[in-house]
């Protein structure tokens, strides 16, 4: 099939390259699919039959760091990331899986037809030449148009050859807006326990990308339902049928996915859709029978066991240091009282102190979504922006001695006091 799909020159340059030594070169997986959807591509990767020396040959900067043959071609003038570091691949064949992860060994092929067939997913299986042709050997096209995901060729095989496929699927459908194809959902349904093989780093890569897509909880939902949720953050499964009342007309797993429904919704970061995901973590073991007339069930401290469970699972998914911080600080902190017709100024300024001034809009982001979360309308506006003023306000005012404009030399200067810890207790007097 011969289609017009525009490449960026500098992927031009580099197929002609290739194609002008004799080689065969394609764009291959993401980047086609991408071009076809009429999305722009994440990086361009290319497949070939040159070996990776002769690929590392003809280009004046290479590097060759991987297993799988894959040379990355560097064109330092380039600023734009996507383009300055091209990957080149040669064409490979799909090998033995003993460990469910890793092929045992990487072997090159001559042909086109081997490379694609190794591939996850029929929409990542399509490549593309220079002369317009499109290469589509398993029904990409047509699943693209259909809006499914469905592996290339038999679903047991490609998921026990690679159980992070599992994941990739979910991940795939959450971020393409597309549905499973129903033999692959069974494929997936029955290999679930495979994941138990695949490193928590992997896991942690896949279930990043599903919550940074637009649609979040349908991946989240769609991981449950097909039986992965439990080996990537079983915690969170524990959420389902735990009714809330009061407020609340979720249970906490629903409440959950519309809170980080929201975060997506507002294209907020990372550390915000965590905590979105997180912040009733804690429910769960927290929940107790009321007492009284109207028995409602508690959640006291849920914040706190909340964070403690966040720390918990962050360590075992390997996020940095930073990321886990802040996470568990929002997670801990997420339960503040913010009418603006009752609170204090010095309230507002503790809850500041808690967070840290650099995040206490990030809580107010996951607050908002904890609140659209309920199904509740939005906050009143005006009330809304009268708390936001009292943030504001507490934002500019010192928050500890060293923010004051006086300090110890000007006091005993002043006042003629002797220094001692008299001096200190000056300070904190006057910053209040
Ligand atoms: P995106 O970059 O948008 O996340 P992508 O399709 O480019 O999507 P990558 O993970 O960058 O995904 O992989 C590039 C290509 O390599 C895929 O399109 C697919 O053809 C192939 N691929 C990647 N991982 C696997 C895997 N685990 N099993 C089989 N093929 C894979
Ligand atoms: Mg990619």
Redesign the pocket.
């Known amino acids: 099939m011969k289609i017009d799909l525009k490449i960026p020159d500098v992927v031009r340059e580099t197929l002609e390259t290739l194609e002008d030594k004799g080689y065969l070169a394609y764009l291959v997986?993401?980047?086609v699919r991408d071009l076809l959807l009429g999305a722009e591509?994440?990086?361009w990767?290319i497949t070939t039959n040159a070996k990776p020396e002769e690929i590392a040959a003809i280009f004046p900067k290479t590097v060759y760091e991987n297993n799988f043959g894959t040379v990355t071609v560097i064109h330092e003038e380039i600023e734009d990331l996507k383009l300055r570091n091209i990957e080149i691949t040669p064409f490979r064949l799909e090998a033995k899986y003993s460990d469910h992860r890793h092929p045992d060994e990487v072997r090159f092929s001559d042909k086109l037809e081997d490379d694609l067939k190794r591939r996850d997913f029929t929409i990542n299986a399509l490549a593309y030449d220079l002369k317009g042709q499109l290469f589509d050997l398993y029904g990409g096209v047509r699943d693209l148009k259909d809006k499914v995901v469905s592996t290339v060729g038999s679903p047991d095989e490609r998921f026990t050859e690679d159980a992070l496929r599992l994941l990739r699927a979910v991940r795939f459908a959450s971020q393409l807006c597309f549905t499973i194809n129903i033999a692959t959902e069974e494929g997936i349904a029955r290999n679930a326990s495979l994941l138990r093989n695949i490193s928590a780093e992997r896991i942690r890569d896949e279930l990043l990308k599903t919550l940074m897509t637009s649609q979040p909880d349908f991946g989240l939902s769609l991981s449950h339902k097909l039986g992965l949720l439990q080996y990537v953050l079983p915690e969170l499964e524990q959420g389902i049928g735990i009714e809330q009342g009061g407020e609340h007309i979720y249970d906490v797993w629903e409440h959950t996915l519309r809170a980080v429904k929201h975060t997506a919704n507002k294209d907020w970061p990372l550390e915000i859709r965590l905590a979105a995901l997180l912040h009733d973590i804690g429910k769960p073991p927290s929940r107790r029978a009321g007492v009284g007339k109207s028995k409602q069930w508690t959640f006291y401290g849920h914040e706190v066991i909340g964070e403690r469970m966040t720390r918990t699972i962050l360590d075992r998914l390997k996020l940095s240091n930073k990321t886990k911080d802040l996470v568990e600080k929002l997670v801990r902190n997420h339960m503040f009282f913010s009418d603006p017709d009752k609170i204090t100024m010095s309230a507002v300024r503790r809850i500041i102190a808690n967070v840290g001034a650099e995040h206490i809009w990030d809580l107010m982001k996951v607050r908002a979504a904890d609140r659209i979360g309920m199904g509740r309308p939005k906050e009143d506006p005006y009330r809304l922006r009268r708390y936001e003023a009292m943030i504001e306000e507490a934002l500019s005012q010192p928050t500890s001695v060293a923010m004051l404009k006086i300090d110890g030399k000007k006091v005993i200067e002043v006042i003629r006091e002797t220094p001692g810890p008299r001096i200190c207790w000056i300070l904190h007097g006057l910053l209040n």
Do not use: A, N, R, S
Request: aromatic share 0%.
């Open positions: 997986g993401g980047c591509p994440k990086d990767d």
